[in-house]
């Protein structure tokens, strides 16, 4: 059978599913301030007031956003220690330094997002959820020149690396926004 026809029909397919309502795209959900509970990844957080929050699979990061992911964006995951940090392919371990866990975050998002030189402005330890970990504030311009600035949280357990990040334009959006994104990791807990 031929390849693309074959492509093209499962195409079709998937859009008249789509269409036909046979398949329910995520939608946004508003927060109204309350506790997101993610059973895949033993976690639990409060999202700003007034924001919106999506996940489109359990595997997926925990996306809020206020504005609109564009201007400004919470994320908050988790990954098992073998996949850790998939674009360089490295692992994470319960055991793991801070700063190295920091590093290997840094690297595996320069690589992930290709968005050129990534500054890390500040990298100290921090606990999330009670468990020592980093907090790493990096900057970068896009590639229309637009400057951005991202505040990230993480750490590793015995279940796997977690982090809540947070980025936004530097230009307005950031200020705005980094408080309420640093009183949700105050809220940020595991889960038994």
Not at 66 to 85: E, M, N, S, T
Not at 143 to 161: D, K, Q
Request: glycine share 8%; proline share 6%.
């Amino acid at each position: 059978m031929n390849v693309r026809l074959t492509t093209r029909c499962l195409v079709i397919i998937g859009l008249v599913a789509i269409a036909s309502g046979c398949v329910t795209p995520p939608k946004w959900e508003d927060s109204y301030g309350n506790e997101y509970v993610d059973p895949d990844g033993g976690y639990a957080i409060t999202l700003p007031e007034g924001w919106a929050w999506i996940k489109y699979n359990a595997k997926a990061p925990l996306l809020s956003s206020h504005d609109g992911p564009d201007l400004q964006a919470i994320r908050v995951f988790y990954r098992a220690h073998d996949k850790a940090f998939p674009a360089i392919e490295e692992r994470s371990s319960a055991d793991m330094p801070p700063r190295e866990l920091a590093e290997l975050f840094v690297a595996d998002l320069r690589k992930e997002r290709s968005v050129g030189t990534i500054e890390i402005v500040d990298n100290v330890p921090a606990d999330l959820g009670g468990v020592s970990g980093f907090r790493v504030e990096l900057a970068w311009r896009s590639e229309s020149g637009l400057r951005y600035r991202a505040l990230v949280y993480g750490c590793a357990t015995a279940r796997g690396f977690y982090a809540a990040a947070y980025n936004a334009p530097l230009l307005h959006y950031y200020e705005k926004s980094v408080g309420p994104f640093e009183q949700s990791v105050r809220t940020f807990k595991f889960q038994a």
